[in-house]
């Protein structure tokens, strides 16, 4: 479990993110969305550390992320895996390369048991005879498997994926909800994933919290997104002619 | 400038840690020696062989009072290679050639996130992109510079011979007159200095790109007009602390 209390976030002046608390559960699929710049990367970003928060905690499992300093911070760096937005893998190094990475740094495993674990991850994610490929020679839906393989490979206890479909077409972009979604059941991982895709709402929302101007607006389930009441939530949800057909 | 230079000692600071895994590092190592050295050998080799002939020619040409022997052109010839020519003109061509790649390398990550990927998997980034690249520069650029010295001469020679001004006896004469092999000491010194710079200096620019493809040009030229400032800066500073 991740558990965020009264985060507050500035860039020079503008303040980005308000006061946000929120707790995402073990094992489950726990979305962030909102409209693009409503701060869900930011937002993210203070989870790992890779923004310091100007106020507020972070907590993992009972750990005070947040009150770390650097060296301590590496302990829990070694249990996240994260997916960025354009993918991130090293495009000098192959697939094979990439997703050996995280077990070359960190295990003193060898190279045949690191190979055994690729093969593993790049076949979990439907991703095989890549092996050799370099990040270049890859499609966006592919980017973003290998990304998940590399993020998984050193099992990790907690997944934060930024805009994991944005990009891919609307197929594609469920393969890839739905692979998350597995995973994240399979290892009884604490998942969550910034979004602003209404597909992936519906088909892995979990837990959803929404998130509007940098305030923490709404939280809820897939169910109950589309019954809610509440008017910026519904300005979101029922931007799109579908979903607004679809509410009919 | 306060700041920057702040961020920039920092920067090292953490460059400097020891690396999280010996074996990733010589690995590392061993290819920075190929990518910074070996593909440099080219471009180090042609520009002294032209600039060692150059430099005896025109000495040659500029003597003409017959008080002067002509032992002077390998004397000058040595002497402006080995002080100038091979450690300072060599590195700042090397800042063009390899300082600029280390910004484009390092900042396309940053602006990738792939930085940021490496962190989060508790990688420490400064270390691992940065000391690598300026190790394997501190060993290899004074082997670099030692070709260099050796070329220019021979480069030299070359142009002695076959313009017929000075006889390859006079010049061989000249090359070893009044040799003061401290003088090499101080060549390596500030090769080694200049190393330095060029990579950790482009490697701080990298690093502390923020946005595009757009910003990485800009910090690569930022990356090597400083470098360039830095190493003439730092020439005077080691010739004034070495030689005078
Ligand atoms: N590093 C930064 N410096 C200044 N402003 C930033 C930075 N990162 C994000 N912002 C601002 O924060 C707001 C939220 O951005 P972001 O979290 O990326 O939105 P999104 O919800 O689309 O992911 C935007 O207005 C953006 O301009
Ligand atoms: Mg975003």
Redo the contacts between chains.
Sequence with gaps: MIEVRNISKSFKGHQVLKDVSATFEKGQTNLIIGQSGSGKTVLM?CL???YQADQGQVIYDDRVFSDMPEYER??I??E???L???G????SKTVEENVM??L???TNQSFEEKLERVNFCLRRVNLENANKLHPSELSGGMIKRVAIARAIS?NPRYL?CDEPNSGLDPRTAGVIDNLISEITEEYGMTTIVNTHDMNSVLQIGEKVVFIHEGNLWWTGDKQQVLKSENKELNKFIFASELTRRLKK | MIRTVGKYVLLVREAFRRPDKGRVFRKQLLFEFQSLGIESLGIVLFISAFTGGIAALQTAYNIDSPLIPLTMVGFVTRQSIILEFSPTIISLILVGKVGSRITSEIGTMKVTEQIDALKIMGVNPANYLILPKITAAMIINPILIIFSIVISLLGGYLACEFSGLVTLADYLEGLRFDFEPFTITYAIVKTIVFAFLITSVSGFYGYYTEGGALDVGNSSTKAVVNTSILIILFDLILTQLMLV
């Design positions: 970003k790992v550390g890779l590496m302990n760096r070694k996240v895996g994260m960025f937005q354009g991130a893998l090293f495009d990475f995280p070359s740094m960190f050193v934060f």
